[in-house]
Structures are given as C-alpha cells and as structure tokens.
C-alpha cells in the first residue's frame, strides 16, 4: 500500500549568501529535507488471479490526472541558483495543486539513492534527480519504472532518464573562456602572460565539460593566458575560502573562470574585500544569478555570468517539461537557452 505523501517544504532561500554551506564537502542541509529513513517494502498481492501486477496499476494512472506529486533530489541547496529555482518550482505547483517535495543529497550518491527509493515508496508520480552520480541510479531507476514512476534529470542527465532538462555545458564554459581571455587581452594587453584560477566540480561530468570548454575558449583568445590554480566550488563559502587561499599561492591572479555563480559570488566578496579594482581582476562565470547580475552592474570584479534562463527561467524550463511528461507527450531531451550578460545588457535582465 502507498504510504501518504508527506510535502517537504525548502525551509529557506539563501537570505544571507555569506552563511552557505561547503559543496565539496557533505554539504547542510535546511529543516525538513532530510528523506534518509529506509523504506519499508511493500507487501504484494497473493491472489495471482484477481490482483494485477504492481506496474500495470501504476501505468494506468499515468496521463493527465491534474494533481500530481513530484520527489527532487538535488545536489546543494545552499547553492542560491538552484535554490532559488527549488523555491519558484515550489510555488509553481502549490498554485496547480501540486506536491513537490526537494531534498538535498550533499552531493553523495548514496545518500541520493536512499531519497529516490523513498520517494518511490511514498508514490510520487515522478523523481527529478540532479546527479551526484550518474552512474549510480539504474538499479533505482529500475525500482521506479516498475512502479510507474517517470525518473527526470536536471543539469546533469542520466542513461535511465525518461527526460533530461539540460544545458549544452561545453559551448557554455567556451562562452566564459572567450568573454575572459577577451577581457585580459582589452585590459593587460595580447602578449601578457597573465595567470587564471578556476572553479570546478571535477565529480560531475557536466561541469567537466564546462571547465573544458573555458579552458579552450581562453586557448584560442588568450593563448598566453596560463591556468595557475583550480579548486571546488559550488557555493559562497567555498567560493571565499578557496580565492582566499589561491590568492596567497598566486597573487597574480587575474582572472576567475567559475562554473557556477554560487563560486564566482565568493570570491568576489573576497576581491571586494581586499579592495580589488574592477579593472585589476575579473570573475567570469554561468548562472546568471540575480546576485551576480547585480555585482556586474555595480562594476566589481564580477564581468560577466551565462544567464540559463536565470533561476525564474529554470523553474519554468523545468515546469514545462514536467507538464509535457505528464501529458505523455514529450521530447527525451529539453535544453537551457545561454546568454551572455555583461555590462552592457545587465538592465535587460535585472529587472
């Protein structure tokens, strides 16, 4: 029997950014968030003759039955971009009558299997997973489907996804490396050889293709440019620590080549601390978070940021998609828009 969903509300954006917790680390997770308790089975039928099987009953109730409930694991809500997405997906389905319940699994594969087999065990209609790994889900993957249960990937996709919402990562980190090594060519000159840090996530192949996109698209505009340092960072915190630490390594740094806004946000905090002129460092970066925008216009270090759609524009990506899964009528694969936001058209997207 299906136990009673229970709705796990986000306990809190990121209202204080400066207060985030480590994403390389096993990251903090709000109140209420926490789906770890082991499921409990469900007992089968034994009357082969007039039950029908568990799948078959589940298949049946697919389709668009207006009300629906939605299990998200994603992989760091104390990352403001994706925790501002959660919240707006949130309020997106309390006005459809949804349930959606989101849990951060700190990144930790196993950790997130546990959340998918209980949100299995709960009877979601669908699981949408951001990966820790995603090679990691076939077996619940599996337990899912013969439920019913529709498995979506967000950001990171997954073999068993029956839909992913993604972005092209490689062309994405490429537009960071060109707007970088662009801006060191303008402000140190073509033939200087000016040293860069980077931000990454090295367990996510995503975010492996974002950072080999920035290093050749700082290759082929900056050749002379040479990546001094690279550390994980997903959120403020780390963000700080990190450019508090490669700074004193390499104080001749220039440039910044983050994968995430979450990152970028610290160590501009770092840079405005120390004094940093606009003109002396730049931080380039993806989200489009409108904490960065708002850096951007206010001529910090932060030059630029690759908006996806901004947070608003994820959850509704991410609400569109559910929409066409749940009608039946969908494509395997649903892409993020990337644009470029800089000085020159922040206000288009400040608003």
Not at 49 to 70: H, L, R, V
């Amino acid at each position: 029997m299906k136990r009673k969903f229970m709705k796990s509300v986000l306990a809190a954006m990121v209202a204080g950014i400066m207060m985030t917790t480590g994403c390389t680390s096993k990251a903090e997770e709000p109140a209420n968030s926490d789906t770890s308790a082991t499921p409990q089975e469900t007992e089968a039928g034994t009357d082969e003759n007039t039950a029908a099987p568990e799948a078959d009953q589940a298949e049946d109730q697919k389709g668009d039955k207006g009300s629906y409930k939605i299990g998200y694991t994603i992989q760091d809500l104390a990352n403001p971009t994706w925790a501002a997405k959660i919240q707006y997906i949130t309020e997106m389905c309390d006005e459809l009558g949804w349930e959606v319940a989101a849990v951060d699994n700190g990144a930790d594969s196993g950790k997130q299997i546990t959340q998918v087999e209980n949100f299995v065990t709960s009877g979601v209609d669908v699981v949408v997973v951001q990966p820790a790994d995603a090679n990691s889900l076939t077996d619940v993957s599996k337990k899912a489907h013969d439920k019913g249960i529709y498995m979506m990937a967000d950001g990171v996709s997954f073999p068993e996804a029956d839909l992913s919402y993604i972005n092209d990562n490689f062309t994405v980190g490429k537009m960071v490396g060109t707007a970088c090594g662009e801006w060191l060519n303008k402000t140190f000159g073509e033939d200087a050889k000016t040293e860069v840090a980077i931000y990454e996530w090295p367990s996510i192949k995503e975010c492996i293709d974002r950072v080999d996109g920035m290093k050749e698209g700082l290759k082929e505009t900056a050749p002379n440019a040479q990546v001094v340092a690279s550390a994980s960072a997903a959120n403020v915190t780390d963000g700080m620590s990190n450019a508090e630490n490669i700074l004193q390594a390499h104080p001749e740094v220039k440039a910044f080549m983050c994968f995430g806004d979450g990152g970028a946000l610290g160590a501009s905090e770092v840079l405005e601390a120390k004094g940093t002129g606009a003109d002396e460092v730049g931080i380039f970066s993806i989200d489009g978070t409108d904490e960065a925008l708002t850096k951007i216009k206010n001529n910090t270090p932060f030059k630029m940021s690759v908006s996806l759609g901004s947070p608003k524009g994820q959850a509704d990506g991410i609400m569109e998609a559910l929409k066409a899964l749940f009608s039946g009528s969908y494509e395997e694969v649903y892409y993020t828009p990337n644009e470029v936001v800089d000085s020159s058209n922040v206000d288009e997207y400040l608003k």
